[in-house]
């Protein structure tokens, strides 16, 4: 897209959006687990709303110099906020508002691939689209300002897909009187390619995973297909249920009708609560999957736990609520309903054993995915295996993570 056009494009949707309501106070929550949150926010003592993903969004592609330089305008922005203690809530569409700061250094990349071609322009686009993703992050429903930066993620994302020498093509899957859209990235078309079905957490976009398929599953000749979860980006018409992989599950259904992808060679890769509904598959559909991993998961611990969900950030509690579309919010409610998430409650992960091999991994200190998790997950697969990684940095852990989960769908998709 045009320099001139990408701006406009911009300047109209946000045009309306000097004044919206700021993303920290979407959610409303009923006077008594106000109180709650009011009383954590003073013990907690955090700067941010928003749980900072730094070394995943570096990983995604994110230049790190960059990212600080956007976390640095919007903590040092006179601007007033909601909330006087965490920086990232900036008032209105302007500096120091977490979207307006996101989708100005997407608009840099976006108006630099306009100097490039080919893969060059591609990946410029590819970055721009995924600092408007994490301009809208982390993707409540009714937050003006992030339904905004999605449209921009998925038009810049549209664009790379032009540029790029990989094939990307758009799928409108049917699933229960509407169409789930997913992504199919592949190398080439000559052959159908073994495939893995990707889908990432709760507060991220399908259009977030590009690098994963170019440094990773590219170089081995496995084509990738993205699917959002229920509740967030294209996926965003169906509430969140304990059904938590029925998207997938269409997705997967519909497989040979997919001319490029072999039907027979399918593995799972979930991030965050993407894991929960691929390790759910791995059990449901055990003729059709030949491997999975999960990354970072809630498999149990978690969600099973009332006191653990009710001492998660704001922000997670945000999201949750976002994606079961409640209002207002009773705390304790939420945190006893998570329950039915939970895979050993759904009876998966108690009775029998799926041939499925599951490798399921987790960072050392990981809240939401403890290593018990993973053990649990890894224990009734036939070939499961839990692997906690413990890095000095965090980054290394993804690296090493992303190497050791790419391994295992290699060996199992090819063997």
């Known amino acids: 897209m045009p320099e001139e056009t990408s701006n406009n494009l911009s300047e109209t949707l946000f045009v309306k959006h000097k004044q919206a309501k700021e993303?920290?106070?979407?959610?409303?929550?009923?006077?008594?687990?106000?109180?709650?949150?009011?009383?954590k926010r003073e013990q907690d003592n955090q700067s941010w709303y928003r749980n900072l993903r730094r070394f995943q969004w570096i990983w995604q592609g994110v230049d790190p110099i960059e990212q600080e330089a956007v976390l640095s305008r919007i903590a040092s922005s006179k601007n007033s906020r909601t909330t006087d203690e965490w920086l990232d809530t900036v008032m209105g569409y302007r500096s120091g508002n977490w979207a307006y700061e996101w989708t100005k250094l997407g608009m840099q990349h976006q108006k630099k691939s306009n100097d490039l071609v080919g893969e060059d322009a591609a990946n410029e686009l590819f970055s721009a689209s995924l600092c408007f993703?994490?301009?809208?992050?982390?993707?409540?429903?009714?937050?003006?300002l992030a339904a905004q930066a999605q449209v921009l993620a998925n038009s810049a994302y549209e664009e790379a897909s032009e540029r790029t020498g990989f094939v990307i093509k758009k799928l409108d899957i049917p699933y229960k009187n509407k169409k789930i859209r997913a992504h199919i990235h592949l190398t080439d078309?000559?052959?159908?390619?073994?495939?893995?079905?990707?889908?990432?957490?709760?507060?991220?976009?399908?259009?977030?995973?590009?690098?994963?398929?170019?440094?990773?599953?590219?170089?081995?000749g496995i084509a990738m297909l993205t699917v959002d979860m229920p509740s967030v980006g294209h996926s965003s018409h169906w509430n969140l249920t304990e059904d938590s992989s029925c998207l997938h599950q269409a997705v997967l259904d519909d497989l040979p009708n997919i001319p490029w992808v072999d039907q027979f060679k399918v593995g799972l890769f979930g991030f965050r609560f993407g894991g929960n509904a691929m390790v759910r598959l791995s059990f449901l559909e055990q003729k059709k999957v030949?491997?999975?991993?999960?990354?970072?998961?809630?498999?149990?611990?978690?969600?099973?736990?009332?006191?653990?969900?009710?001492a998660m950030p704001k922000m997670y509690l945000d999201v949750l609520s976002s994606r079961l579309g409640k209002a207002p919010v009773d705390i304790n409610s939420l945190s006893g309903q998570m329950m039915a998430w939970s895979l050993k409650v759904q009876g998966l992960l108690s009775n029998s054993k799926t041939q499925v091999p599951v490798l399921a991994l987790s960072l050392e200190g990981?809240?939401?995915?403890?290593?018990?998790?993973?053990?649990?997950a890894a224990m009734f697969s036939q070939y499961g295996k839990a692997k906690k990684i413990n890095a000095k940095s965090i980054s290394k852990g993804y690296e090493q993570s992303l190497d050791l989960?790419?391994?295992?769908l290699e060996e199992e998709l090819f063997r």
């Open 405 to 408: 989960a790419i391994k295992w």
């Open 290 to 310: 030949k491997a999975c991993v999960s990354l970072g998961a809630p498999i149990h611990d978690v969600l099973a736990s009332p006191k653990k969900l009710k």
């Open 133 to 144: 993703s994490i301009a809208g992050y982390p993707h409540l429903k009714n937050d003006s």
């Open 23 to 39: 993303t920290s106070m979407l959610t409303h929550y009923m006077p008594t687990s106000e109180a709650l949150l009011d009383e």
């Open 189 to 220: 078309t000559s052959k159908p390619q073994p495939v893995v079905i990707v889908s990432a957490g709760l507060d991220s976009l399908q259009t977030d995973m590009w690098r994963l398929f170019r440094d990773y599953l590219a170089p081995k």
């Open 366 to 376: 990981d809240p939401i995915s403890p290593h018990s998790d993973n053990r649990l």
